[in-house]
């Protein structure tokens, strides 16, 4: 089954702890995006990248990192992560023009 | 000024009725256009894309596409309760990296 797969689905954790979010796609996509959503302010983006080591900022990628070392995966790092973090996290993927596919999302807490 | 704005709502109609979206965008160059569905604390996903001027249907849902005046709307005919949700219009640019994504349109069916 054509799927992204994000884990974890929840996260709580304390500021200042160093964190990751996985994501993985099976569709062989090149592009993959990670977006947080807030309420009131939409899906907002925050890293992504057009192909294997080729990442580029989005609109809010002040606290994060990522890397793309594979094609499948594209993981969203967190090395300090602080209260104004806690989102619901979505990775998406997608191949040229085609509708990004998107994860189950990850609801990040820190307290 | 936003890439894609839509109308936050909230929209209610009473079941049955056509339910009418719409999203506007600033950029001329846009070449592919997105709606989705996002029911709470879920992950987006696709109902239509379109991609040139005029109408596309598919089942209860017709898209709509003007790039003359630069909008795109999304019809729902015999609107459900279980369509009740947060729709999402998205826009991509010619030879652009990113998807933009409206703020959603909250929808809600009155059974």
């Known amino acids: 089954e054509a799927q992204v797969t994000q884990n974890p689905r929840y996260l709580i954790t304390v500021t200042g702890k160093k964190l990751t979010v996985t994501c993985s796609q099976n569709m062989n996509h090149e592009y993959m995006s990670w977006y947080r959503q807030d309420p009131g302010l939409g899906l907002r983006q925050i890293y992504y990248s057009m192909n294997v080591e080729v990442t580029d900022k989005g609109d809010v990628p002040e606290g994060y990192k990522v890397s793309r070392k594979e094609k499948r995966n594209f993981p969203l790092i967190l090395e300090s992560p602080s209260p104004n973090q806690t989102s619901l996290y979505f990775c998406a993927s997608s191949r040229g023009d085609s509708p990004l596919h998107f994860g189950n999302g990850t609801r990040l807490t820190v307290t | 000024q936003k890439e894609v704005e839509q109308n936050s709502g909230p929209l209610s109609v009473p079941e049955g009725a056509i339910a009418s979206l719409n999203c506007t965008y600033s950029?001329?160059?846009?070449?592919?256009f997105f709606w989705y569905r996002q029911y709470s604390g879920k992950s987006p996903e696709l109902i239509m894309s379109?991609?040139?001027?005029g109408d596309k249907e598919d089942g209860r849902f017709t898209a709509q596409l003007n790039k003359a005046s630069q909008y795109v709307s999304l019809l729902i005919r015999d609107s459900q309760p279980s369509d009740s949700a947060t729709y999402l219009c998205?826009?991509?640019?010619?030879?652009?990296?990113?998807?933009?994504f409206g703020t959603g349109t909250r929808l809600t069916v009155i059974p």
């Open positions: 998205a826009v991509k640019s010619s030879g652009a990296n990113n998807l933009f």
């Open positions: 950029d001329r160059g846009s070449q592919s």
């Open positions: 379109i991609y040139s001027n």
